[in-house]
């Protein structure tokens, strides 16, 4: 078996993705997400080639406390919380002041998401997302946490269908977050004369952390 040759730039990103997608090409339903600071360029590119609009969303990671850059959630700026109990399983803090940590990273986060709203969100705020088709677009670079965070937020604001489309070789999405989505696609180099890879699933919901 020949090794999957890997994307080059970001063009070449784009026209893949867009032709493991063509099925929402101009989709009056459609809307295509992404994240700040992880497949914004990406995904610009992919809004212009399906001609569906494209807006930000802003997602911060929560970082652990250890010394290794894990990340023990996310918020999002609907203020969706997500926590990854596994990391916080590992965490050898006693639990008040690790839940002492995590509330103050969750404010310290909200300010900066505030910021950033600031910045970069137009008057109108977010668009409606109720009954649409969201394709949640990434580059590979964001931490799961984000990526879950973010999705359970397009759920809770109404989403119809969310599709997370990823390039091949750049992240490993985990069942856990395949899970969420009702399909996930890995766009590949030779998936311009084949069918990409796809999962369909029934999402659910974890209980957010509460701060």
Known sequence: MKPERLLLNIEEQAATMSNCLLQYREDPNGILMSLLQSGLGLASILSGMLHVPRH?????????????????????????????????????????????????????????????????????????????????????????????????????????????????????????????VDEFIVASPSDHNSEPRRAEQTPSLDHPWVA
């Open 56 to 180: 930000v969303f802003i997602a911060k990671d929560l970082r652990a406390p250890c010394h290794c850059c894990c990340s023990i959630g996310a918020l999002t700026e609907t203020n969706f919380v997500y926590m990854d109990q596994r990391v916080i399983a590992h965490q050898q803090w006693p639990y008040r002041e690790l839940r002492a940590f995590i509330e103050r990273a969750i404010q310290d986060q909200r300010a900066d998401i505030a910021r950033l709203k600031k910045l970069h969100r137009s008057p109108h705020g977010l668009p409606e997302l109720v009954g649409r088709n969201v394709l949640f677009v990434n580059d590979g670079s964001a931490s799961a946490p984000s990526l879950i965070a973010s999705i359970e937020s397009f759920r809770s604001l109404g989403a119809g269908r969310i599709v997370l489309a990823v390039p091949s070789n750049t992240m490993r999405i985990g069942k856990d977050i395949e899970h969420r």
